[in-house]
């Protein structure tokens, strides 16, 4: 069975840095591209961020580059996402999610991990 | 990278058909077959609809269906249920560095 559980949010002061992970199983994880999303309070769905199976290729939003970075570790099966210089508008759920195997689109999604920024 | 345009909400009574639109560019909609839908209940995570404009995964109901032309996408929800009241979101790929983008967002209603 397939899941995927965020962790690492919390409350954060604008301009600080905090990381959230995805830890993956039920899957053969090294196979597949992952991804970061976030949905920020009675807001719509943002993609944040794409990292390929073998971490070779990664995308950022133009909202985020250069502030945050995705990472993956395929011997533990995780995705981590290092946000840095935060701003208050970053505040969201951040969800991690599967990239269909093949083709594009998102198959499995976690529950998410509520990080807030404060001013 | 401007999100995709969808009506804020839309509506039907239980078993008729509900069609929501999804319009982008001809950098996203208009270059790729690409397009996939997504179903959000309050405090859930989204769930995966429609994929290549007009693909159901396994489990999903044959109720649901995606259709693509020109630069808009759209989702069609046959025989509503109460069940099928939900936000649901578009979504596109965009080409360079494996991009990609939502839409706005569309909440559904079941009169």
């Known amino acids: 069975q397939v899941s995927l559980v965020e962790s690492g949010g919390g409350v954060v002061q604008a301009g600080r840095s905090l990381t959230v992970a995805c830890a993956a199983s039920?899957?053969?994880?090294?196979?597949?591209?992952m991804h970061w999303v976030r949905q920020s309070p009675d807001k719509g769905l943002e993609w944040v961020a794409h990292?390929?199976?073998?971490?070779?290729?990664?995308g950022y939003a133009d909202s985020v580059k250069g502030r945050f970075t995705i990472s993956r570790d395929n011997s533990q099966y995780r995705i981590f996402l290092k946000m840095n210089s935060l701003r208050v508008e970053d505040t969201a759920v951040y969800y991690c999610?599967?990239?269909?195997?093949?083709?594009?689109?998102?198959?499995?999604w976690g529950q998410g991990t509520l990080v807030t920024v404060s001013s | 990278q401007s999100a995709l345009t969808q009506p804020p909400s839309a509506s039907g009574s239980p078993g008729q058909s509900v069609t929501i639109s999804c319009t982008g560019t001809?950098?996203?909609?208009?270059?790729?077959?690409?397009v996939s839908w997504y179903q959000q209940r309050p405090g859930k995570a989204p769930k995966l609809m429609i994929y290549?404009?007009?693909k159901r995964p396994s489990g999903v109901s044959d109720r649901f269906s995606g259709s693509k032309s020109g630069y808009t996408a759209s989702l069609t929800v046959s025989g509503l249920r109460t069940e099928d009241e939900a936000d649901y979101y578009c979504?596109?790929?965009?080409?360079?560095?494996?991009?990609?983008?939502f839409g706005t967002g569309t909440k559904v209603t079941v009169l």
């Open positions: 990292i390929s199976l073998d971490g070779s290729n990664i």
């Open positions: 999610a599967r990239e269909i195997l093949g083709t594009i689109g998102f198959d499995s």
């Open positions: 979504s596109s790929y965009t080409g360079s560095s494996d991009l990609r983008v």
């Open positions: 001809r950098g996203d909609i208009g270059a790729y077959n690409y």
């Open positions: 039920g899957f053969e994880f090294y196979t597949y591209a």
């Open positions: 290549e404009v007009t």
